[in-house]
């Protein structure tokens, strides 16, 4: 697949998709371009295009061609820092049932020093004292799994940085 003004779409690239929204090409069925995050084995049924991780609806199947998709830049994997602006306007939608909690490291979008993004809670009751499950998306990996509101601040990825098993959420 490629952009209107030819250029190949790529997997990582950073793209501009009419108006304000953004995203980030996640993996082409096209090119055999996928990744752990997101496996052939899982995804190669959609048979042509590319997903785009979007600001504006998650993930985002384009079977072809658009005339608003448009390369803003290339890259490697993203970086924690960038899957947070996709996942802040995922989360913090109005209509969303995900809601932020009231301390900082448990507002929806906050990342800690090891990568891990808070993407908010639905008042499901956590496993410490008056606390709340959050559901949380590792930066690095992509791992999602449950922590306690209290934890969150510390948090390190049960799937690639050996931290404690997740909870419900």
Known sequence: MNYENGEKVC???????????????????DDNQY????????WSYLQRGVMID???????HYPEK???LEL????DKPTPAEWVVL??????????????GEGESVKIGFVN??????????GTPGTDHLQRAYRVECGLCGHVYGANGSDMHERRCPECQSGATGIDY
Not at 72 to 75: I, N
Not at 87 to 100: G, H, I, Y
Not at 113 to 122: D, E, P
């Open 72 to 75: 803003v830049s290339r890259g």
């Open 54 to 60: 979007t600001t504006f609806g998650g993930l985002v």
């Open 66 to 68: 658009d005339e608003d």
């Open 11 to 29: 997997m990582w690239d950073r793209v501009k998709l009419g108006g304000e929204d953004k995203g980030i090409v996640v993996f082409s069925v």
């Open 113 to 122: 020093r090891h990568g891990q993004i808070c993407t908010g809670h639905r």
């Open 87 to 100: 996942r802040k306007a995922q989360f913090e939608t109005t209509k969303s049932e995900w809601k932020s």
């Open 35 to 42: 990744n752990s995050l997101f496996p052939k084995d899982q």
